[in-house]
């Protein structure tokens, strides 16, 4: 483990956290896409605002980081159910960009 700590800079425009209930994930042999969006019900479309791309070592790694982050969360607050229903629901409101 590196010893000396990384300075993490976050440009003032770009700190903004921004919502996204759409996205998909694409792969090739090079690399991971995620496209990130949000839905817009009464147009029946997401417009997407973030595209970001991985290579499939970097990906793997975010899964990791993704997958502790929400054992911890669950370890603090409880475990983060998602019924049958709600899996219907998020593929049938075209999250994830599926019909």
Do not use: W
Request: hydrophobic share 40%.
């Amino acid at each position: 483990m590196n010893k000396n700590p990384i300075n993490i800079q976050i440009q003032p425009d770009k700190i903004n956290a921004v919502y996204t209930d759409a996205f998909s994930i694409t792969r090739s042999l090079a690399n991971f896409t995620l496209d990130l969006g949000q839905q817009v019900p009464q147009l029946n479309m997401v417009n997407i605002f973030s595209r970001v791309a991985f290579s499939p070592q970097h990906a793997k790694q975010l899964s990791g980081l993704i997958n502790d982050a929400i054992k911890e969360y669950e370890k603090e607050f409880g475990e983060i159910k998602i019924t049958p229903e709600m899996r219907e629901d998020f593929l049938k409101q075209g999250m994830g960009f599926k019909p």
